[in-house]
């Protein structure tokens, strides 16, 4: 019998699940927002994730339902569990990734290590927090940001002015979460794979540049990592990932102090930027990983096939001119260089792609990987 399995959303991650599925023999369909997205190389229909009834009719035609983004509303995941769908993650873990304060107040209720945080409903709660962070916060929207949209460092309570105003606006009401700005030396992520039986398997953890708050760079694992900064991680990653019973990958981003602690930024519960390396430098990708986690198969091993990986994210750059021509230079200029491509139209910061190289040697393999990246940018 061929499983099924159903993906809301129709972007990139989406889009890398269906290599895998071929190859696996699984059926993956997409509900996709609108025509022509990433996705739409695999069976895909289009039509709204907040409506109950066109997922429901989705979700009839599959064997679980898993996700490429985590906005799928909570009373739409309620319904389809109401009626016997299999949900992965489930309603109660996606919850916690939908909304930054949610996972703050689960992250110190696990004892997990994080940033000094707060919830703030206006300016004077905020100047409260600068006042007992030496004036200066990270303020953070709950709800909807991504690659740094939503994200704001402040020295000055009014700095946040007009996200308060928006939030006077909504109905919810609610409020902005604070956070003491990290002095980090750098930014890590921990994978792991989770599947509904309680099978959990880590990637090892990973160095993450982030430009403009978009993620730019990820080398695997993170070079100079001690034994005692990979346990922790993964002990972290894995008492997240249990603790919130999450199903699939989960992706935990960490701040690695100036002190040596590990801090817990955020989690994504789906494929995720920081783990693309995997699909050219590990045994199992995480995007193969996630479709045997969420099917509830065994899961691949997680080690690495190389000594080292390096991924370097294309951004779109000023050019609208198409792809193709810098495809083949780049492709002709380096040859061992895995260059994977979303099929989406170039807007100047948008990702449009990344390029995977591993090797043996760290600065041969992030040299070619920055010189193939390159082609896209100028
Ligand atoms: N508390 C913090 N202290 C210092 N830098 C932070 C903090 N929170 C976030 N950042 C920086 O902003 C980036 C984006 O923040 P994040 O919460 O991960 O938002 P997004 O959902 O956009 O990825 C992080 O990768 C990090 O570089
Ligand atoms: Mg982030």
């Not at 922790?232 to 249990?242: K, S, T």
């Amino acid at each position: 019998m061929v499983l099924r399995v159903g993906v809301v959303g129709g972007g990139q991650l989406a889009r890398m699940m269906i290599a895998p599925a071929v190859e696996l023999g699984v059926q993956l369909r997409v509900l996709a927002e609108e025509q022509g997205m990433s996705a739409a190389l695999a069976a895909t229909s289009v039509g709204d994730y907040r409506d109950a009834a066109t997922v429901l009719a989705f979700a009839r035609e599959v064997d679980v339902i898993t996700f490429d983004h985590e906005h799928v509303p909570q009373d739409v995941l309620a319904a389809l569990v109401d009626a016997g769908v299999a949900v992965r993650p489930g309603p109660a873990a996606l919850g916690i990734a939908q909304d930054k304060l949610v996972m703050r107040a689960r992250l110190s209720e696990l004892g997990m290590p994080q940033p000094d945080w707060a919830a703030v409903r206006g300016t004077a709660e905020l100047q409260a927090f600068l006042d007992a962070h030496e004036g200066r916060a990270v303020v953070k929207t709950p709800r909807g940001g991504y690659d740094g949209k939503g994200v704001r460092v402040v020295r000055a309570a009014t700095e946040a002015d007009d996200w308060f105003a928006a939030l006077a606006e909504d109905a919810r009401g609610g409020a902005l979460l604070a956070e003491e700005l990290v002095d980090f030396s750098r930014e890590l992520a921990q994978q792991v794979a989770r599947r509904p039986s309680g099978e959990v398997r880590v990637y090892p953890v990973v160095e993450t540049v982030q430009r403009d708050g978009v993620c730019a760079e990820v080398i695997a694992p993170a070079p100079h990592a001690a034994d005692r900064l990979r346990d922790v991680a993964a002990e972290v990653g894995i008492a997240i990932a249990e603790g919130l019973e999450v199903t699939g990958m989960l992706a935990v981003e960490l701040f690695e102090t100036t002190d040596e602690r590990v801090l817990v930024n955020e989690l994504a519960m789906r494929p995720h930027n920081s783990g693309h390396w995997t699909q050219d430098g590990a045994v199992t990708s995480q995007f193969e990983q996630h479709l045997r986690a969420v099917l509830d198969l065994p899961l691949g091993d997680t080690a690495p096939s190389a000594p080292w990986s390096v991924m370097v994210n294309i951004l779109g750059g000023p050019a609208e001119d198409g792809l193709d021509a810098r495809f083949a230079a780049a492709m002709a200029a380096h040859p061992t260089a895995k260059i994977h491509t979303y099929g989406k139209s170039p807007r100047p910061g948008r990702k449009v792609g990344h390029i995977n190289v591993a090797g043996d040697h760290l600065d041969d393999i992030a040299y070619v990987a920055r010189a193939a990246a390159s082609h896209f940018s100028d």
